[in-house]
């Protein structure tokens, strides 16, 4: 591939570099080859424009910049955030075109419809892929690492996993969007066959700043997408749904509380599963389901799964027979123990995360509801206080102790927290999170649930710059060995 073909469609480039051979397209400085083209991206702590020069002596074919620095073999664009993922779909083959993708995005829910999406279509024997929170799935097995992005990795890796899903024949790839991945434009704009909305509820404004921008990055899926799947029980949620049909993109909405294109009727709630009636709107059919989780959070995440996927082009009934054989989703809502009390482990880690978590699991406690959390380090502090106070609304007993603390003193996420739990409501606070799992496991009567959240499926705990083993699966086998013996 040379210079002209890899920017042909993207923007005009001078004829004396379009003859040069491209090797690879990069933005770290330290990934760059002889005939790599390197591109120049602004972030909030580093500039790549100074590494421009460096790139170009060590080989690289040109330079992509935005702001005009005179040096040789330099292609200047409006932005060139916004046209990296372009350069290395078009590198890597625009694989996207390949796939049939479905994206999620919102505050909620991604990893659960992701993995119920994926586990549909290789259920109803598709080769499948999956990007997101519990990690990496090219089609042959799940690989996990937290030492990179945990959502959606950087655009050179995305689409190394886009072009290597179509070089193992995969067909279908299911993709966690996060609003930090949307903003900064990691997407080509090759697009998606689906895009889905969950909710919007605060987060992240350590990062977006007001719940506004933090929309506005979430609602830039909807741009890149063939049709939508949207949640309009969920305020943002309608406005997603006006700005698809503003824009002409054809649209699917899904309600567990009214009527929309895909609803639910007669939803039955237990302690292992669920079922309810799904009614396809359009072609006035319903479906029986069954499902193995609880909630109407996740009833709605079913809904949305099976919408999903009906999109892509499966039948309606196979979908549902194929949804009723899943077990589960890692880290949610999964049970860790069931005995005279249940301990059960889940992702929740921000207010609505937890108001819906707790309020699922309240009526189903014939005992006591011994919730346990913690807020994560270096993340945005002003929802502590709302968690503390969703966690209380719902619960008989409160622990709080940690999450991934980094760098941040793990008290002060406690305080910060424990400033919305109402006076009269009693807590306890650990610091060590092992010993508020065994605390919460000693004071535990039957009839309890123990609920342990934030952390879910994750096997670590990021304390400063180390990434400590973790599993609350093992801390709590440990307690019953410790308990045995």
Do not use: W
């Amino acid at each position: 591939m040379n210079c002209g073909e890899l920017f042909e469609g993207i923007c005009d480039i001078p004829q004396e570099i379009s003859r040069l051979s491209v090797a690879g397209v990069t933005s770290d400085s330290r990934e760059v080859e002889t005939d790599f083209v390197f591109v120049c991206i602004k972030g909030g702590n580093f500039d790549g424009h100074t590494m421009a020069k460096t790139a170009l002596e060590k080989g690289a074919s040109a330079v992509v910049t935005q702001t005009p620095l005179g040096l040789a073999r330099e292609i200047c664009v409006s932005n060139s955030r916004r046209i990296y993922p372009e350069l290395l779909s078009a590198f890597y083959g625009h694989p996207a075109r390949k796939l049939k993708i479905c994206a999620v995005t919102g505050t909620n829910g991604k990893t659960t419809i992701t993995d119920l999406c994926a586990k549909i279509t290789r259920g109803l024997g598709h080769r499948t892929g999956t990007i997101g929170t519990l990690g990496v799935d090219t089609g042959g097995g799940l690989s996990y690492s937290h030492d990179g992005p945990p959502t959606t990795p950087e655009p050179r890796r995305l689409y190394q996993l886009f072009a290597q899903m179509v070089n193992e024949n995969t067909e279908y790839c299911f993709v966690e969007a996060s609003s930090q991945a949307l903003s900064q434009y990691r997407f080509a704009e090759d697009g998606f066959r689906v895009g889905i909305f969950t909710n919007l509820t605060r987060d992240h404004l350590d990062y977006h700043k007001t719940m506004e921008n933090y929309f506005e990055a979430k609602r830039r899926l909807f741009d890149m997408c063939e049709c939508a799947v949207v949640n309009i029980d969920d305020e943002y949620g309608v406005k997603i749904a006006e700005y698809c049909r503003e824009k002409g993109v054809p649209l699917k909405t899904v309600s567990v509380d009214g009527i929309a294109d895909f609803y639910t009727e007669f939803v039955n709630l237990r302690p292992d599963g669920s079922e309810f009636i799904l009614t396809d709107s359009a072609a006035q059919k319903s479906y029986p389901v069954k499902f193995a989780l609880t909630g109407k959070y996740n009833v709605m995440n079913a809904v949305s799964a099976v919408t999903a996927v009906s999109l892509m082009g499966m039948p309606l009934d196979e979908i549902v027979a194929a949804l009723a054989k899943i077990n589960g989703v890692s880290g949610r809502l999964e049970t860790l123990y069931k005995g005279e009390f249940t301990v059960i482990r889940d992702y929740a880690h921000t207010a609505d995360g937890l108001c819906k978590l707790l309020s699922a699991l309240k009526p189903l406690t014939s005992g006591r509801l011994i919730t346990l959390f913690g807020a994560a380090g270096e993340r945005d502090a002003g929802k502590r206080p709302d968690m503390g106070e969703a966690a209380a609304r719902f619960s008989d007993i409160l622990i709080v102790t940690t999450d991934s603390p980094r760098h941040e003193n793990p008290q002060t996420t406690i305080d910060d927290v424990v400033k919305g739990i109402p006076q009269n409501v009693p807590h306890e606070e650990f610091t060590d999170r092992k010993a508020a799992i065994f605390r919460a496991l000693d004071i535990a009567e039957k009839g309890d649930i123990i609920a342990l959240c934030g952390k879910g499926h994750e096997d670590y705990q990021a304390i400063g710059d180390t990434y400590f083993h973790f599993d609350e699966r093992e801390i709590v086998e440990e307690y019953f060995a410790n308990k045995k013996n």
